[in-house]
T-cell receptor
Framework: DMKVTQMPRYLIKRMGENVLLECGQD?????MYWYRQDPGLGLQLIYI???????SEGDIPKGYRVSRKKREHFSLILDSAKTNQTSVYFC????????????FGKGTRLTVV | GDSVTQTEGQVALSEEDFLTIHCNYS??????LFWYVQYPGEGPQFLFR?????EKGSSRGFEATYNKEATSFHLQKASVQESDSAVYYC???????????FGSGTQLTVMP
């Protein structure tokens, strides 16, 4: 069963708290992604990971960092969350070629108050 | 940088209407082009792709043709159903980097 699993699905944090969003995939995909989705903006790439400990910034990396210590897991960390980081975050994975399908998780809705 | 433009933010149709959602792109090189669909509470799902000029991608009655000259990849369906109501995203894959760049999305609402 090909799946990308995100935990938690919903999260409320206070401004200044640290946030950890976790993602796993069971397809042995090399490439994993973190996107955020905001109304009117679509999906914006935060980070891309090409394999364990091989991560690159996407279009909006400021305020975020990532960790990938195992191929099947990819974490997104917000150190000292800000209210403008309230969003829906999607993790995704792919085989990692230019025209391959990207598989998405169901998303984590993060609210920073 | 590379980008994707979807001009319609929202489209409202009745069942059996013809659908067109416009997608234009700007990219260096020769990107692969994609359509994804997102239902409420779900992540985007791959619909289909096209990788070269004049190639047609299709799935579930939806289709789009890669037009390199016009830098377009417009989504069409001859007869929409209520179950097609969703957000549709056009995307391109940046050549050599495996990054997927999305347009802003189009909310399709089909009324019975």
């Amino acid at each position: 069963d090909m799946k990308v699993t995100q935990m938690p699905r919903y999260l409320i944090k206070r401004m200044g708290e640290n946030v950890l969003l976790e993602c796993g995939q069971d397809m042995s995909h090399e490439t994993m992604y973190w996107y955020r989705q905001d109304p009117g903006l679509g999906l914006q790439l935060i980070y891309i990971s090409y394999d364990v400990d091989s991560n690159s910034e996407g279009d909006i990396p400021k305020g975020y960092r990532v960790s990938r210590k195992k191929r099947e897991h990819f974490s997104l960390i917000l150190d000292s969350a800000k209210t403008n980081q309230t969003s829906v975050y999607f993790c995704a994975s792919s085989l990692g070629t230019d025209n391959t399908e990207v598989f998405f998780g169901k998303g984590t809705r993060l609210t920073v108050v | 940088g590379d980008s994707v433009t979807q001009t319609e933010g929202q489209v409202a149709l009745s069942e059996e209407d013809f659908l067109t959602i416009h997608c234009n792109y700007s990219a260096s090189g020769y990107p692969a082009l994609f359509w994804y669909v997102q239902y409420p509470g779900e992540g985007p799902q791959f619909l289909f792709r096209a990788s070269r000029d004049k190639e047609k991608g299709s799935s579930r009655g939806f289709e789009a043709t890669y037009n390199k000259e016009a830098t377009s990849f417009h989504l069409q369906k001859a007869s929409v159903q209520e179950s097609d109501s969703a957000v549709y995203y056009c995307a391109l894959s940046v050549s050599g980097s495996w990054q997927l760049i999305f347009g802003s999305g189009t909310q399709l609402t089909v009324m019975p």
